[in-house]
């Protein structure tokens, strides 16, 4: 079965340097992760993190994104499979770079996460 090991959430900023900074400074985030369009920022010794995604045109809309971080050693395939058994559906599979895949899906009320 797919054990959830931390949440993640996503939320849009206008600049990303100045977000990350913001993090850092006020709750003791770090950088775990970076490209042009995203940051992680992670909570050190833990696994729970939250993206600050490039959007200035949404930044202060609060998350647009909901994560389920599931255990590596499960794995996405198992973690659909239960997903599906439980009465869910994915919605969409993908990579969010080499080797990171994720998969969007509708528990059993329609509401979309990620895992």
Do not use: W
Not at 71 to 93: F, N, P, Q, S, Y
Request: glycine share 10%; net charge negative.
């Amino acid at each position: 079965m797919a054990k959830v090991t931390s949440l993640l959430y996503i939320v849009p900023v206008a600049d990303l340097d100045r977000a990350a900074r913001f993090y850092k400074d006020a709750f003791d985030m770090e950088v775990i992760y970076r490209n042009e369009g995203i940051v992680f920022v992670g909570i050190p010794g833990t696994e729970s993190s939250m993206g600050l995604l490039l959007d200035p045109e949404h930044a202060g809309d609060g998350p647009q994104n909901v994560g389920l971080h599931v255990d590596h050693a499960v794995g996405l395939d198992a973690a659909i499979r239960d997903v599906e058994a439980a009465g869910g559906e994915v919605i969409e599979r993908g990579e969010h770079a080499p080797e990171v895949p994720f998969a969007r899906i509708a528990d059993i009320d329609g509401n979309v996460l990620e895992i």
